[in-house]
């Protein structure tokens, strides 16, 4: 661990312990008091707390809310900016869309802590209280940043819903529930409930516009040029593209994504593709493979050069997945925008 760790978790204990010295010796003295002020007086209760969240597994009850953030990924940077949260966040890390017109001015002013995944010693080095993971792979145990060994640290920790959605699958319903558990962790729960009523009204808008209209077949690229890695039925991907008055050719695919073949991929004929689009290699070259390969040519998709482009962090379970069903539906609806 970091010396400058090491000394503030000594700082900690050295008060923690002289506190409790002094707690000791009033009771020694036959003391009673218990008011605010006197020795042995207990935090002043926070209104909405204590809190206990089941996440992923993990128990956490908290009697207060967090003051020092760290986000390892972007959608939870983005989640906490869009509460209004900027104030209680000591770093963030792994950026892999640009950000949010909105959010840009409050985002640059948030320590970088890494182009990827910090390490659990940059991170500890932020003095934080609370870590935020995107992906499973924040808190990866062999790379030292496991959820045991931050809790060791004194450290809560909480994992973006997406991550331990099981078999069921995601909905945007995960989405709604995650910023409210955020919102309930850091004691806004109204600001929550008022990002959560937004968001519907985004999705229900983008609903009425390609209602009655026919579902257009969606092929996911993601990756790949042996076999298709694509968007499967448990992802939040799939449920963006239904909303979106679409239908995943792939959805009974059993996980967030999987490999196909490209014989499969043509006898699927998907009307539209989507592009994920994300850090590595770009959308330009990823239209420019698929359509270069004969295989391919007779595919609708293919012949009418009907794409449709979506950042990666868009189908995740964060505030940008309402605003990509709107987006979503324009591409595979276009005339009900007109």
Known sequence: ?????????????????TALSAVLLTGGCGSSGTGAGSPGASAPAVKGFPVTIDNCGVKTTYTRPPSRAVTIHQHPAELMLSLGLKERMAGTSYPDSAVLPELREDFSSIPQLSKEAPSFEKVLDTDPDFVYGGYASAFAEKEGRSRKAFADAGIDTYLNRENCAGKQGVTMQDTYTEIRTIGRIFGVPDRASTLVSTLRSRVAEAGRAVKGTRDVSVFVYDSGDKSAFTAGGKGLGNELIKLAGGRNVFSELDDVFGDVSWEQVVDRRPDVIAIYDYAGTSVAQKKKFLLSQPALADVPAIKNKRFVVLP???TLVGVRSADAVGELARGLHPESFK
């Open 312 to 314: 990666l962090t868009d």
């Open 1 to 17: 661990m970091s010396s400058a760790w090491r000394r503030r978790r000594s700082a900690r204990v050295a008060a923690a312990a």
